[in-house]
């Protein structure tokens, strides 16, 4: 499952199903059931019951149950990794290093596509963004947000058995090529997020911890900021769209009518434009306590669009692309599908991990995983897709798996000591 994430859905899908019949031939389910009732497992399909409760008062069923089919992973994947197997330092370094592998994999696949295309037609757009992804059927954000977990691992995982003595090489060579594929994968967030986030957990683990010299603490530093420099400060297709944000009007976006009006969005307004319907929809409609249903949130925000003048949607209007778009934020998502509650439960998936981190092993890699998924759940409605739900579930249980052990031997360790 590791391996496939970053490939197209259907094989994060299978990879799914096969994890699912391990864990039923495998045998053992009272001992499975009693680790299955832990927070990590519980919050998650609780959310998924509140997903199919509302069901019930969701205005288009087919919707709904296409999205409660996409998210049986919310279930599945804390049966089979929460209340599955134990993982050990052995088996995190082997999921780790097929995740490693995937990503590898996507990538090599992905530039030499683009080296092809660009050999025969010499556009240099094949290079960046959603064209250098195309064939992977999700979006170049999607695959960044995947790339830079990866990133992570090779450089803060303490790895013990790959990557060890003259094998050391290749562990930097990986990342040198993955962190070519993820700058060009151009997505803004997740850049600055990498540079922001890099240098601090690189002084906490390699200088404080792992004490490496000051001179190769210094050169590691300046080699992050000349990147970050000619990024963010020369001519460039990425740097071109951070400057695109500056291209705005948001006080078009507070209107009451826009009949006979032309929007102009860029990737922030529409999103924020998107915010302002959801919001205005959930206090008008009195939406704070059940949501409007898990079917319903199209059906609300293109009848909302709609009264507010937008002309039906139909070309070559620029607010075409408004009709039936998620509202690119899993907060704002979960509040509109399914009210505080629904709010609350994803709040505490993504908070609560952080107060657990301290208690295991080799935890800078969930503690960036943590922070970098939070801040990039604030600009996309990450778990309406199955390559955001199946990424995020997956690791979130891994790290419920490596902690509850942990918490209950230190527990039988204090009550030995009490004695």
């Not at 994430?5 to 009693?34: C, E, H, N, T």
């Not at 990737?267 to 059940?290: S, Y």
Request: aromatic content about 18%; charged content about 15%; overall charge positive.
């Amino acid at each position: 499952m590791a391996f496939a994430i970053s490939m197209p859905f259907i094989y994060g899908s299978i990879s799914v199903i096969f994890v699912a019949l391990a864990w039923i031939v495998s045998g053992d389910f009272p001992q499975k059931l009693r680790r299955l009732i832990s927070f990590g497992a519980i919050v998650w399909i609780l959310y998924y019951i509140l997903h199919a409760i509302s069901y019930a008062y969701s205005t288009d069923k087919g919707e709904s149950a296409f999205d409660l089919q996409s998210k049986m992973s919310f279930v599945l994947l804390p049966l089979c990794i929460v209340a599955g197997d134990q993982l050990n330092g052995e088996k995190l370094e082997k999921i780790f290093l097929s995740y490693v592998l995937g990503i590898t994999a996507s990538a090599i696949y992905c530039m030499g596509k683009a080296v092809f295309l660009y050999r025969h037609t010499h556009n240099v757009n094949y290079f960046f963004y959603h064209t250098l992804v195309k064939g992977l059927e999700t979006n170049a954000v999607y695959i960044a947000w995947f790339a830079i977990l990866s990133l992570f691992m090779l450089l803060f995982f303490n790895w013990s058995k790959f990557f060890k003595g003259k094998n050391a090489i290749w562990r930097w060579l990986l990342f040198a090529l993955q962190m070519v594929f993820f700058i060009l994968l151009s997505s803004r967030l997740l850049i600055v997020l990498f540079f922001v986030l890099i240098i601090p957990a690189g002084y906490a683990v390699y200088f404080k911890v792992k004490k490496i010299s000051f001179f190769k603490m210094a050169v590691a530093v300046v080699t992050i900021v000349a990147i970050a420099i000619s990024i963010f400060f020369t001519g460039n297709p990425i740097n071109q769209r951070y400057k695109d944000i500056e291209k705005n009007n948001f006080s078009q976006l507070f209107k009451s009518d826009y009949t006979d009006k032309t929007l102009e969005f860029n990737n922030l307004t529409i999103r924020v434009f998107v915010w302002r319907v959801a919001l205005q929809n959930i206090k008008e409609k009195d939406l704070w306590l059940t949501g409007c249903g898990n079917g319903s949130v199209h059906d609300i925000q293109n009848k909302k669009m709609k009264d507010l003048g937008l002309s039906a949607f139909q070309k070559p209007h620029p607010e075409t692309a408004l009709y039936n778009m998620n509202l690119h934020n899993m907060y704002l998502q979960s509040l509109l599908m399914l009210g505080i509650p629904g709010l609350l439960c994803f709040l505490a998936i993504v908070i609560v991990p952080f107060f657990c981190f301290k208690k295991i092993e080799n935890k800078t890699v969930f503690v960036l995983f943590q922070i970098v998924s939070a801040l990039f759940m604030l600009q996309e409605a990450a778990l309406q897709t199955q390559a955001g739900i199946i990424y995020f579930t997956f690791f979130s249980q891994i790290f419920w798996n490596l902690y509850y052990p942990t918490v209950k031997n230190r527990s039988k360790l204090a009550r030995i000591n009490s004695m």
